[in-house]
């Protein structure tokens, strides 16, 4: 593989930022006793302050599911089976969000993390003005806020995604689609989270608006200091606009390491396959060749890895055993899980 150089438009959050949320261990399943199939395997991940995290993975491979299960937003059928989430405020001690009361839970969303889903810019109210959704959001959760403050909150917060504060009576069709998806990034900022996850948020926009967006999402982070989890799956726009970035197959996390480190040497077969299957930007041309087959279906999970079956560098433990994430050598940074990378097969045997 090339070894093109990139220039990512982050200013790196320090590896050494303190956690904002820690997950472990975490397991989602779909369903319950013998029909329910496990869409999230054991999944470790952390988020540090004031870092761009990027999720990527072919579509089934679980990032969403993750996004929801954090948030406690999972609807049934999906059910959270184990593991653990931390989130860890400014100031005072971690606070378990799998134990949140419902009236945790209302404080936490929305002032601690909010999401923009996929397709959000479709779910303006499309009846009311930009200034009425705005405002809603602070008088819900800020009561004490006078209506000329919302008002003014609305403007600032319209300004900072770069909309012009004279928009604030415009109705959501009255917007081009780019202007839409910046009026619910401005929403999920009203609050000052801590966290913000994109889940797919410019997939519905042309390339050149979706950069534009990301970008000046990752200049308010800096200024604000918020940390985002983006998740998509295409690698390529992580690759410039994450610190860090995670890779996710068939509900487990396969690798995680520095944006640049996965780009210049991806360590997983899938990570190789996903940056071969995308145009990069910048950088020289590398060759698209994809990734030959289809993501594994829940119900009959490939046995050892599950990638194997599709894997051009399978050998003898792959499809016996499944490998665990596991620190790469002396890269701190890095995590991979596959045999490839471990000489030990025996020791990190993976049945977690
Ligand atoms: N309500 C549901 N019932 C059963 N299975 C589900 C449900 N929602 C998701 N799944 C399954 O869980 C797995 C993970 O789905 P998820 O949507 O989290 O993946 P994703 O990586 O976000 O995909 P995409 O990029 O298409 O959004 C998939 O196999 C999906 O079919």
């Known amino acids: ?5 990139t220039t990512p438009v982050t200013a790196a959050a320090p590896a050494t930022a303190p956690p904002v949320l820690e997950i472990s261990s975490l397991c989602v399943d779909y369903g319950v006793g013998e029909g329910a199939v496990r869409a999230l395997h054991d999944v470790d991940l952390t988020l540090r302050r004031g870092e761009v995290l990027g999720l ?6 679980g990032k969403s599911t993750l996004a929801y299960a954090v948030t ?5 059928p999906g059910v959270i089976t184990g593991g653990d989430v931390r989130y860890h405020p400014r100031e005072g001690s971690p606070v378990d969000v799998l134990a949140m009361t419902p009236q945790q839970l209302r404080a936490f969303r929305w002032q601690e993390v909010s999401i923009v889903f996929q397709g959000a810019m479709n779910s303006l109210n499309p009846v009311h ?22 008002v003014e909150r609305a403007r600032e917060l319209l300004s900072l995604v770069g909309i012009s504060p004279d928009r604030l009576g415009a109705y959501p069709h009255q917007l081009s689609g780019g202007m839409r998806q910046r009026v619910m990034i401005a929403m999920a900022l009203a609050l000052e989270p801590e966290i913000v ?27 604000l200091g918020f940390s985002v989890v983006f998740i998509t799956h295409d690698i390529s726009l ?25 780009y210049r040497d991806p360590r997983h ?3 190789d396959g996903l940056l071969h299957s995308f145009p990069a930007l910048r950088g020289p041309r590398r060759e698209l060749t994809g990734i030959p087959g289809s993501p594994p ?24 055993r499944t490998p665990r994430l596991a620190p790469v050598g002396t890269d701190t940074g890095r995590s991979v899980a596959c045999w490839l990378n471990d000489d030990d097969h025996d020791r990190r045997s993976g049945e977690k």
């Open 1 to 5: 593989m090339s070894t093109p150089e």
């Open 129 to 150: 003005t930009v200034r009425a959704q705005l405002t809603d959001v602070l008088k819900a959760h800020r009561p004490q806020m006078s209506r000329a403050e919302r």
């Open 72 to 76: 406690r937003l999972l609807s049934p």
């Open 56 to 61: 990527a993975g072919e579509s089934g491979s």
């Open 297 to 320: 279906d829940l119900r009959s999970m490939p046995s050892g890895c599950a990638f194997h079956p599709r894997c051009p560098k399978a050998f003898d433990p792959c499809g016996r």
């Open 197 to 223: 996850i994109m889940d797919e948020p410019t997939t519905a926009l042309d390339v050149v608006m979706q950069r534009q967006i990301l970008r000046q999402l990752v200049r308010l982070r800096e200024e």
């Open 269 to 271: 077969p899938y990570s």
């Open 238 to 262: 992580l690759i410039e606009f994450s610190d860090r970035i995670a890779i996710m197959y068939g509900g487990r996390i396969v690798e995680q390491a520095g944006a640049a480190d996965i």
